[in-house]
């Protein structure tokens, strides 16, 4: 967009919208192109680490680094928020892994709000569409941009990309990828609307759905969700099939990670490998050479933990991990 001297001396006044480093690349790739940013929200300094510090979202360093104006409203239906962001004269609002917001903000901008997705919709509508995905041994995702509308996730699609997912991929490795390429695919997207050459396409199941992970069949097609992680969700069940537990590991790391127990301890796997077996032992039991592996049971066939987290202990691989560990 750079390049297009007719976009850029048209460009549309844009409020950013995004916490953490998923939303920092779309950022940047919207400033690099030359958009007009004119302001960027982002979540109130949070105090974290030992010393319960302030600390900035990623989102906020960057647009700070970049001399963007910042706002960080504690409520989004706050008065003088309000009044402030219909000051501004937006055109255009973007929303990248942000919170969700009241229609009254959504609805402002004549040209409405956009949000990129993380996943092909109407598959994957919820808060972890990554997570999900490599759960569940999907073989390819992508990202999608939409309009907000009233229901989530539900909006008339603007653009999509595709991706495959490889079968050792982490839901981080895809993360990572993923933030890239949906970046760019913004990028597209607002030089569509600028120019009056995108128009929206309403996504063939418009009827909201219970984010309940479960599957539910419609118009032919099956949608699947992508509810909010729990800790319920993290606990592993060795009683699945390896192909199973192992997607779990896969999905869930290295955020808030897959976890079982081991000598009453919560042990975090974080990167496995999987073996299918005709005559496992019973599901749960490990086992050790104490040297170089370490493996559990699961219902037809074992599962190698290469990189852990024992409780109190920091993240390693199994090598270092065993050479502190005596099994009971």
Not at 17 to 36: H, K, R
Not at 183 to 188: D, N, P
Not at 260 to 265: G, M, Q
Request: hydrophobic fraction near 40%; charged fraction near 20%.
């Amino acid at each position: 967009m750079a390049e297009n001297k007719a976009y850029t001396n048209n460009s549309p006044r844009i409020i950013f919208m995004g916490t953490p480093e998923f939303a920092v690349a779309s950022l940047d790739a919207l400033v690099q192109a030359g958009c007009n940013i004119i302001t960027v929200i982002t979540a109130p300094d949070k105090p974290a680490g030992r010393g319960m510090k302030l600390t900035e979202s990623a989102v906020k360093k960057y647009a700070v680094e970049k001399q963007l104006p910042v706002l960080q409203p504690v409520k989004l239906k706050d008065p003088d928020f309000l009044e402030t962001l219909k000051s501004l004269q937006a055109d255009l609002q973007i929303v990248v892994a942000f919170r969700m917001l009241p229609e009254v903000v959504w609805n402002m901008p004549p040209m409405g709000t956009i949000n990129l997705h993380g996943s092909l919709l109407p598959q994957y509508r919820g808060a972890a569409p990554i997570n999900w995905a490599v759960i569940n041994g999907e073989k390819e995702t992508g990202v999608t941009t939409f309009k907000l509308q009233h229901e989530i996730d539900t909006g008339d699609i603007l653009m999509q990309a595709s991706f495959p997912i490889a079968d050792d991929e982490t839901a981080g490795e895809v993360h990572d990828r993923m933030k890239e390429i949906g970046a760019q695919l913004l990028v597209k997207t607002v030089e569509g609307l600028a120019k009056g050459t995108l128009v929206g396409t309403p996504q063939k199941d418009c009827n909201p759905l219970p984010l309940t992970g479960e599957q539910a069949a419609t118009h032919g097609v099956t949608i699947k969700h992508a509810p909010k992680i729990f800790t319920e969700t993290c606990k592993i069940n060795w009683n699945q099939p390896v192909a199973a537990i192992y997607n779990l590991i896969r999905g869930l790391s290295p955020y808030p990670a897959a976890f079982t127990y081991l000598n009453d301890k919560t042990l975090k796997i974080y990167k496995a490998k999987k073996e299918l077996h005709s005559s496992p032992k019973t599901a749960g039991s490990v086992e050790t050479d104490q040297k170089t592996f370490l493996r559990f049971a699961g219902a037809d066939g074992y599962i190698y933990v290469t990189e852990l987290q024992l409780e109190g202990k920091k993240k390693m691989t199994v090598e270092e991990f065993l050479r502190g560990y005596r099994a009971n």
